[in-house]
């Protein structure tokens, strides 16, 4: 007897959106009904009407930091996962800047452990780029790629001189994603601002000019050495026509929602809360970004959910460390995007599943198919409710998009054909699986 029914959604199919049910078995979609057809409700151990909602493939947030180990004050996986699941996310990617950093085999092996007895979301790892760690890179299974940090930013993993940045794209065939800022432009801005104590100045030291440099620089040694690259939370306008113009080398991007739906007046009204890197900018940003990825040019968006706790985030400007959570509140903002006409309900599949599942080469996931798994979001559309401090649950407690009114909140989350949440309760938990590569 097939698991699950999911009866009369208007289900987001690689091909559009339009009315079906979805049937599940083994954790996996077993059947979609054709157009104008229905499947018989007859034979399920449980069916969902999904009447009035949005079924989409799970989220895959493909950049996040869920701080084990060495941050877990900040956040765990338990609370990580559930503050994904409640946003519609199903799978993360988490970065390397951890403490220890994931850079070597034995910390990748050391934080496998950790995660999979707690995560309750699918996830995968990247490694982080040293100096002298690229043999040790290469000799590691099932990575989502090579993480190279341009520009300092929370945690110490840095690398910006020439020779180890060749070595890497001429040696390393995987996937490298990067965190484009130019350092030394980051640096000399620091001294020539080191008075100033205005949250702005971070926009000030951290230019549009030190995004586009690093961007040029990374996509350079990219088409020199013939090698893909993957411009990490890009936040301007430029950023975004220089990938466009090197698409067609294998260049790819993604964009934060805080990129897209902040600039610096959150700045001006929430202080240092809205301090990360690369900083928020400007109306025409928010913008520019809203369009790229409306018409494809931007290939997913990545919440760089970075917790920090309040008490750290309130100390002065040059004392809070840099970052934001997100992954609660990516499909929010989307659907809310969707609601006002800024782009189509198949684009956010697209650049929150599809796109990232091919982007990374993840196997089974990112559509609503047969025989993909059965991760699924759904949606209610139309209904506005506000981001409240009491619904977050991200260890930090404390979101950027506080009293933001959205219209399009995840109401159920299905993991391997599991409804995991529903409406701001976990019925189940399930743990997570490490993706395949
Ligand atoms: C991130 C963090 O806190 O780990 N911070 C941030 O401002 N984005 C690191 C990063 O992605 O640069
Ligand atoms: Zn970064
Ligand atoms: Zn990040
Ligand atoms: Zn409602």
């Not at 104008?36 to 399920?44: K, P, T, V």
């Not at 910390?107 to 996830?123: C, F, G, S, T």
Request: proline share 5%; with cysteine.
């Amino acid at each position: 007897m097939p698991d699950l029914l999911i009866q009369r959604g208007h289900v987001v199919l690689p091909d559009g959106a339009r009315q079906a049910d979805i049937a599940v078995s083994g954790g996996r979609i077993e059947s979609i009904s054709k157009p104008g057809q229905r499947l018989s409700a007859g034979n399920f151990g449980r069916v969902l009407d999904a009447t009035g909602m949005v079924v989409l493939p799970g989220a895959i947030d493909v950049h996040v930091h869920f701080r084990v180990p060495g941050g877990e004050r900040k956040e765990d996986w338990e609370s990580g996962s559930m503050a994904a699941l409640a946003g519609g996310v199903t799978t993360v990617l988490d970065m390397p800047n951890t403490a220890p950093p994931t850079t070597t085999l034995q910390a990748l092996e050391d934080k496998r452990h950790r995660i999979a007895p707690q995560a309750r979301v699918n996830w995968g790892l990247f490694m982080g780029a040293t100096a002298d760690n690229l043999d040790e890179v290469k000799r590691a299974r099932n990575i989502a790629g090579l993480k190279i940090y341009m520009g300092s930013t929370t945690g110490g993993l840095l690398l910006y001189q020439d020779a180890p940045l060749e070595n890497i794209f001429e040696h390393y065939s995987g996937l490298i994603a990067v965190h484009a800022e130019d350092e030394q432009i980051i640096r000399a801005n620091s001294l020539a601002f080191q008075e100033s104590v205005d949250p702005l100045v971070h926009g000030r030291i951290r230019t549009i000019t030190s995004a586009r440099r690093a961007t040029e620089r990374a996509i350079g040694l990219a088409r020199r050495f013939g090698r893909p690259v993957h411009i990490c939370h890009m936040s301007t306008a430029e950023e975004l026509d220089i990938v466009t113009d090197t698409r067609q080398y294998g260049v790819t991007c993604e964009v934060t929602p805080h990129h897209l739906v902040l600039n610096e007046q959150a700045v001006v009204e929430i202080g240092t809360l809205a301090k990360m890197n690369p900083p928020l900018r400007f109306r025409e940003d928010n913008d520019a970004l809203w369009a790229g990825l409306a018409d494809g040019r931007v290939d997913c968006v990545a919440t760089d959910h970075a917790p920090h706790l309040l008490a750290e985030k309130m100390g002065g400007y040059w004392e809070a460390p840099s970052g934001v959570p997100g992954v609660q509140h990516m499909l929010p903002i989307l659907l809310d995007g969707v609601h006002f006409g800024r782009l189509t309900l198949e684009r956010v599949a697209h650049a929150t599943a599809q796109r990232p599942a091919e982007l990374f080469g993840i196997r089974g996931k990112g559509r609503i198919e047969v025989g993909y798994d059965a991760d699924l979001v759904l949606a209610s559309m139309g209904d506005a409710h506000p981001v409240r401090l009491r619904d977050v649950l991200s260890r930090c407690g404390w979101t950027p998009y506080e009293g933001m009114n959205l219209y399009g909140w995840p109401e159920v989350t299905i993991l391997g054909g599991e409804v995991v949440y529903d409406r701001g309760k976990f019925p189940t938990v399930v743990r997570g699986s490490e993706v395949t590569f």
